[in-house]
């Protein structure tokens, strides 16, 4: 049980650690160029495990790397940066925040893994803590807002479902090498296409660039993708929950933001939805990957 709470505690860095993206994007990356952003954070980083692992998919895994790259990066940043756009912050992350809800489901149709009460509750119980969290009663609803933010959030849950349902051939490493890499180059015509080339950068941004590729993606996600080939989705999935409570309170120490009563409420909640999911795996062995 001690090697089940390591695997937890080590996937749970990952998510901990993008709740400090909102931050180093809006204070050392230049503005307006979401798509640039997500296409440098994945690629550059891709590229540069893929020549330290020196290994390429064979076969099947050529396009299982892309679509995977493309439900956890491409598409998935994607759709959350139009979110980002569109809705207020608050909104787009309790429409995020349905991800595990989606992983519960999906876990049993495609893993066939049982839906548990206590998962569904602890899912239920991390939606209300974001929402406490993050949502203000002046939030606005724009359609295409919402729409883009629950594509992205089934991408990602397909892509963590999926990530543990093949079993991949090479370590975490590689795996997280190849999924990088491949969304990074769907990203490339999508940036140029969509959006003006880059200003000149300035050391900040490449700083910003360098901690979102390497500490943002290369680690984060190797972490992430190690707890999937060792954890049931539907306890990997609700950790997400901890990104938010995060930034909350990265933007609270070191941003000056104010930190209100019920967004304390919402943290507390966010931890118990955290100890419940975990609560709910324990006691039963994870299911085998299936290629």
């Known amino acids: 049980m001690s090697g089940r709470r390591t695997d937890i505690m080590l996937t749970a860095v990952a998510p901990a650690i993008w709740g400090s993206t909102y931050l180093v994007t809006t204070e050392f990356l230049p503005a307006g160029y979401p798509l640039h952003v997500a296409m440098l954070r994945a690629l550059p980083a891709g590229l540069l495990l893929l020549i330290i692992v020196r290994r390429m998919p064979k ?17 998935f940043w994607a759709m959350l940066f139009v979110s980002a756009y569109r809705l207020p912050g608050g909104v787009a992350a309790t429409v995020g925040a349905v991800q595990p809800l989606i992983v519960v489901v999906l876990s049993r149709v495609i893993l066939g893994s049982p839906i548990r009460r206590l998962s569904v509750i602890a899912g239920a119980a991390g939606l209300a803590g974001v929402a406490l969290l993050v949502l203000t009663p002046k939030a606005a609803l724009d359609p295409i807002g919402v729409a883009a933010g629950l ?12 990530s543990r349902h093949w079993t991949p051939p090479v370590s975490p490493l ?29 050391a900040e941004n490449l700083l910003g660039f360098a901690y979102l590729g390497l500490i943002g993606a290369a680690f984060t996600y190797l972490l992430w993708f190690r707890g999937l080939s060792r954890l049931e989705p539907s306890q990997v999935s609700p950790l997400g929950f901890l990104s938010p409570v995060v930034a909350i309170l990265l933007g609270w120490g070191i941003l000056d933001q104010q930190l209100v009563t019920v967004q304390v409420v919402g943290i ?11 609560q709910a795996q324990m006691g039963h062995r994870a299911l085998p990957m299936r290629a």
């Open 59 to 75: 076969g099947v895994w050529w396009l299982r790397a892309f679509l995977l790259g493309a439900l956890n990066f491409s598409f």
């Open 151 to 162: 594509a992205g959030t089934v991408s990602m849950a397909f892509g963590t479902v999926l």
């Open 174 to 202: 590689t795996f997280t090498a190849w999924q990088l890499a491949a969304g990074g180059l769907l990203l490339v015509p999508v940036a140029l296409f969509f959006e003006p080339a880059l200003p000149p950068l300035t």
């Open 268 to 278: 507390a909640i966010v931890f118990a939805s955290v100890w419940m999911s975990q």
